[in-house]
């Protein structure tokens, strides 16, 4: 009984995040093992299916570069990195279309329709959605930074009761397509939209000081002093840009939260401590 009881405290502990964020829109950008391990696949599903039947408006995009890797290794094409970018060459860019729009979009969408969330996969070439350029002119080959998101298509979307599952690709004026980081395409959705949250899934907790502990609330003045001496450093640091920007484009508040934590989404969220960093 005592643990009937400790489960209904904890379904009422979450009843005034559920009343804030209702009609909300959130951006999540899915990626690393909570994308790949089966178990964290199934949390996420689920995890989502919540936040929708509470009313929160969810926009999911994804990465896929595990199966990209995968893919280009069974046809034997050697992956390049730049900068943490993939050098995307015109024979590859096909195959990075082929397993984000055929493969890894599909199977996500397909994943959330299952779970009781009515999901609609699209690529950000469908309707026009995402425009882009050539990144940098050209120095990663057909990567691409996007310079302009169809937000009527994603409120249609989301107004007709489905929750937009993108896979982060884009065109330009002559229907070229560009490879886009995932982060940096969340990102670019989440400012459009003016989302209330975006969160990002990784592999780690979050941001760590210099003995490893967990930093759960940063601003911009904290990030600029921990990147100065060093704690933030590598990779952190771009997602970290990608935070502020968003911040400093109307997002109200930004996550990054460890994906292989079971049902990370929902203890971010609706718990009073959450388990990520946040930055607002």
Do not use: W
């Amino acid at each position: 009984m005592q643990k009937k009881s400790r489960t209904a405290e904890i379904i009422l502990s979450a009843l005034p995040y559920i009343r804030k964020f209702r009609d909300k829109v959130f951006v999540i950008k899915y990626g690393g093992a909570a994308q790949t391990q089966e178990s964290l696949k199934s949390d996420f599903a689920r995890d989502i299916v919540l936040l929708h039947m509470v009313g929160i408006k969810v926009i999911v995009v994804h990465g896929g570069g595990k199966k990209i890797n995968q893919t280009l290794q069974n046809l034997n094409m050697q992956s390049e990195f730049i900068d943490g970018l993939r050098v995307t060459t015109k024979e590859m860019i096909e195959v990075v279309e082929m397993v984000l729009c055929g493969l890894v979009n599909k199977e996500i969408s397909g994943l959330l329709n299952q779970n009781g969330a009515p999901a609609v996969g699209i690529s950000g070439k469908d309707g026009d959605l995402l425009k882009a350029k050539s990144l940098q002119d050209g120095k990663y080959g057909f990567v691409g930074e996007i310079t302009q998101v169809n937000t009527k298509l994603i409120y249609d979307i989301l107004e007709s009761g489905y929750v937009p599952v993108i896979a982060p690709l884009a065109s330009d004026e002559n229907s070229q397509s560009y490879n886009i980081n995932a982060d940096l395409c969340a990102s670019s959705v989440a400012t459009a939209l003016k989302a209330d949250k975006i969160i990002f899934l990784t592999d780690i907790d979050g941001v760590l000081d210099k003995d490893g502990n967990l930093i759960s609330k940063l601003d911009k003045k904290l990030i600029d002093e921990l990147k100065a001496d060093g704690t933030i450093s590598g990779g952190m640091i771009p997602k970290l840009d990608a935070c502020l920007e968003c911040i400093e484009n109307g997002v109200k508040n930004t996550h990054i939260i460890n994906g292989k934590i079971p049902h990370s989404i929902l203890l971010e969220l609706f718990t009073d401590d959450g388990i990520g960093s946040m930055v607002r």
